[in-house]
């Protein structure tokens, strides 16, 4: 039976110049030694409007789009008969970041863990190569998040959560540039690398850290693991963390599978994959323990990235080996029901696209999520895969199908 409880109250956190923390990190603050040229940004007068691609179907309050009137064909090698996914054939997508535009071809950033490859995925075209980047991917570490620079229209920076032989690592780069290092020093252990990375909607980044394999640092203070941490774009501590001159912005993690939040930063989630212990989602609060969870998963379905669609139709979905967990919240961040699960082969046609790992927002209605089947699930022919998913309604009310 699945369970909530009340957040936790807030943490007391050391700062990171008056202790030595554990593998303590360094901070580049220089500059990108490179010139880019900016995108077209989206026009606030037209936003983009992707419609539902070849999923309509869906009842207000049900989440994304689960079902199309037709089944759709199954794939052919490399040929997804599928509308919603724009990019086939790649290897265990476990970060995506998508992409401003007009909302003509959703597009995204796609990064496999394992090869360490960022690929643009675009609607109508195929995957091209976007940058390379070194990963060590033993256990479940290797190149785990990707997000854009909150100036990405100006910059067109990405940041980049990953494992070398060394440590765990924020890097920054530009389409088919060298990674720069950012932030470095995040404890490495054999297991608990997976990290993941998202704007806080005020200029500032998240980074969420693993355990390194070591519970027991996600409650020490002199540690890096086990964190959410907000840094600048150079690296250093935000202005205005709990504790000045320290990135730890909550405390508690063990494998974070996803950061999400409201476009305005009100509303941000972390979810958890703890070893003992269900999956779980918390919402974020300054100086915070994560030991209260908004909602648990105790038959542990692997839970990863996420979107907030509250402000759309009062949804936050949750990327899962068993399909899109989505749970009701209200515009205050209170879990107000039971999730239902969408895109798990139930419906009417059955959809699935197997394990989802991770997720980001195209526009208020329409996000992006990766498929891992090629790393414990069953894959077909055209895994791995880049789906488009769509909130089509808004509303409250819950449903299956």
């Not at 207000?60 to 789009?65: C, D, E």
Request: aromatic fraction near 4%; charged fraction near 15%; hydrophobic fraction near 35%.
């Amino acid at each position: 039976m699945r369970t909530r409880s009340r957040w936790s109250a807030p943490l007391a956190l050391l700062a990171c110049g008056g202790l030595v923390l554990s593998g303590c990190a360094r901070f580049d603050d220089t500059t990108a030694a490179q010139k880019f040229s900016p995108a077209a940004p989206p026009s606030p007068e037209s936003p983009p409007q992707v419609k539902d691609p070849g999923r309509s179907g869906s009842s207000p309050g049900n989440g994304p789009s689960q079902g199309s009137p037709t089944p759709v064909p199954p794939p052919q090698g490399c040929k997804d008969f599928d509308k919603a996914v724009i990019a086939t054939c790649l290897d265990t997508v476990s970060a995506v970041a998508g992409l401003p535009g007009n909302g003509s071809a959703p597009a995204a950033l796609a990064g496999e863990r394992k090869t360490g490859r960022v690929l643009l995925a675009t609607a109508g075209h195929d995957a091209s190569s976007f940058a390379q980047l070194d990963v060590q991917a033993a256990g479940d570490g290797g190149l785990t998040g990707l997000a854009l620079s909150p100036k990405y229209v100006e910059d067109q920076l990405v940041f980049a959560y990953i494992t070398t032989p060394t440590d765990n690592r924020v890097v920054r780069f530009a389409k088919g540039q060298p990674p720069n290092p950012v932030l470095t020093g995040i404890p490495k252990g054999a297991t608990g690398n997976r990290g993941t990375i998202a704007g806080d909607g005020h200029g500032a980044l998240l980074v969420a850290t693993g355990d390194a394999g070591n519970p027991a640092a996600a409650a020490d203070a002199k540690s890096l693991a086990g964190k959410v941490l907000r840094i600048d774009t150079s690296g250093k501590p935000a202005s205005d963390n709990p504790t000045p001159g320290s990135p730890v912005y909550a405390s508690g993690l063990h494998a974070p599978g996803g950061l999400c939040g409201s476009a305005d930063g009100k509303r941000m989630w972390v979810t958890d994959q703890p070893a003992s212990g269900p999956d779980a989602v918390y919402r974020l609060q300054p100086g915070q323990s994560l030991s209260a969870p908004a909602w648990t998963w105790p038959d542990k379905p692997a839970v990863g990235g996420c979107t907030d669609f509250v402000d759309a139709n009062g949804i936050l979905a949750v990327a899962s080996s068993a399909g899109l967990q989505n749970v009701p919240v209200n515009p205050d961040g209170a879990v107000t029901g039971t999730p239902t699960v969408s895109l798990d082969g139930k419906g009417k046609p059955p959809t699935t696209y197997g394990r989802l790992a991770g997720m980001s927002m195209i526009n208020p209605q329409t996000a992006v999520a990766g498929t891992t089947n090629k790393d414990g699930g069953k894959p077909v022919s055209s895994d791995d895969r880049v789906v488009l998913i769509v909130i089509s309604d808004t509303g409250g009310g819950q449903g299956k199908d």
